[in-house]
């Protein structure tokens, strides 16, 4: 056991990662993965797709601790970093610097960019948008077929409508940036794929802030373009930039729309006590931070490599190697959530890290608490019979994806 979780371990006597899922338990995290609590250590040594051994960060308290530490860095081209694929890892050179792959005063130029735009204040104002958005699909859906596809009626319409309307993307191309996004997040595409796609969505980017240079509107990539104007910012820089917003600002937001929704029909009590207080806002703000750290959808995040040595929790941390900090091993810590297992909407859970945390933590998530609670109180309540239409074993659930979700959600009334 000592060997297998400090540094001196074969490659091959280490625990692979990512594990993989149970289908009798496809919403808990792997198995495998848990197990590595028992070890009683917040970090050890793992064995990734192309044989390299980066450490795995397992504890909560681990992960608050090192993904604020400056001697980690997520700068994708540095060595060690642990890429998540082979597509990600020959792709890595030519990304430009960008908010989600630099450190220190570079990083907060970047984040100073958008986090004015993101605030919870701002948020709260989309509120009503929000709402009267997911009324006008929930309307929509009632009047279609019966039964329907949950990702394509709601889940994912409400987040690309709200992102698109921020942005200032048209919706009317939804099906392009759509597409485009799930091929980004896909772990199993080719270099080549990843190198079109990225190409795809940054011209398309870069050709609507260019519009708006000559005729601005209220929106984050006139916004941009106007820093373009003043110097502030290059097309370069800003295109980047946008294409983030664009993909991160729905895909994860609807994907949790969906596999919410699939876990809260397989829980019928805890989804008719939040259905009882879905006028209650501070139990439905508690119930989806539960389901935020439950389903912890960013399954593959947070990475980083080493750029100083340094001791943690009595290993040798060594520059050059790859840090992967799980995110859903951190929310089902016992330490920090006893009984994890264990859905319970009124649990204190907002100390999760399904946004992350420190210096990189996710920019959007208070957009996305706004979406959550707005249509997890919403939607149960305006169709107390939804149901699921096909068992649980017949889902493809998203494991081949950066976002875990559901690939479809088959539901009626
Ligand atoms: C349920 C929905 C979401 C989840 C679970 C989520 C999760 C995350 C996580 C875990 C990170 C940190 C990654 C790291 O440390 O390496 C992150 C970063 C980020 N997210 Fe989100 N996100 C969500 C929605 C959104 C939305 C709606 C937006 C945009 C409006 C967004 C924009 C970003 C950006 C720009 C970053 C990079 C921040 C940085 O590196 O400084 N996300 N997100």
């Known amino acids: 056991m000592t060997g297998f979780a400090s540094g001196t371990a074969a490659p091959e ?22 197990a590595l609590h028992d070890t009683g250590k917040p ?11 980066p450490w795995l960060v397992l504890s909560h308290a681990a992960q608050r601790s090192l993904l604020t530490d ?4 997520a700068g994708i081209g540095k060595e060690g970093y642990p890429h998540t694929t082979e597509a990600m890892k020959a792709h890595a050179a030519e990304m430009q610097p ?13 984040r100073r960019t958008l986090t004015s735009g993101f605030t919870r204040h701002r948020m709260e104002k989309l509120r009503p948008a929000i709402q009267q958005i997911t009324d006008d699909l929930i309307d929509r859906m009632l009047a279609g077929p019966n039964p329907t596809e949950l990702n394509e009626t709601l889940s994912l319409p409400l987040p690309s409508l709200m992102i698109c309307e921020l942005l200032g993307v048209p919706y009317g191309d939804h099906e392009f940036f759509q597409e485009h996004a799930s091929v980004t997040n896909a772990v199993n595409k080719s270099p080549e794929e ?19 240079m000559d005729d601005p509107a209220e929106d984050v990539l006139s916004d941009l373009g106007a820093r373009i104007r003043e110097g502030d910012l290059s097309m ?3 295109a980047p930039l946008g294409h983030i917003l664009l993909v991160a600002g729905h895909d994860t937001s609807a994907n949790m729309i969906t596999l919410g929704t699939a876990l809260l029909l397989e829980n019928p ?17 508690n119930a989806v931070e539960e389901l935020l750290r439950y389903l912890t959808l960013p399954h593959l995040l947070a990475r980083r490599a080493v750029v100083e040595d340094f001791e943690f929790e009595g290993e040798t941390i060594r520059a050059g190697e790859g840090v992967i900090a799980s995110l859903p091993a951190a929310n089902w810590d016992e330490e920090a959530f006893p009984e994890p297992g264990r859905l319970d909407l009124a649990r204190r859970a907002s100390h ?13 998530q208070q957009l996305a608490r706004v979406e959550l609670q707005v249509v997890f109180s919403t939607l149960f309540r305006r169709i107390p019979t939804l149901r699921l239409t096909a068992p649980l074993e017949d889902l493809r659930f998203k494991e081949d994806s950066q976002a875990y979700g559901l690939y479809e959600l088959p539901v009626a009334w």
């Open 43 to 53: 970090v050890i040594r793992v064995r990734t797709w192309d044989g390299s051994t």
């Open 236 to 238: 370069e820089e800003a």
């Open 194 to 212: 990843a190198a079109a796609t990225t190409a795809a969505l940054r011209r398309y980017i870069a050709d609507l802030i260019e519009k708006k």
């Open 70 to 73: 400056p001697r980690l860095s």
């Open 352 to 364: 999760h890290l399904a946004f992350g945390w420190g210096p990189h933590q996710c920019v959007g």
């Open 269 to 285: 009590d805890q989804l008719a006590t939040l259905r009882e207080r879905s006028d209650d806002a501070k139990y439905v703000a």
């Open 13 to 34: 006597d280490l625990p692979g990662f990512p594990a993989p899922r149970s289908s009798a338990c496809p919403f808990a995290p792997p198995p495998g993965l848990l």
């Open 98 to 110: 960008s908010i989600n792959n630099t450190d220190g005063a570079e990083h907060a130029r970047w």
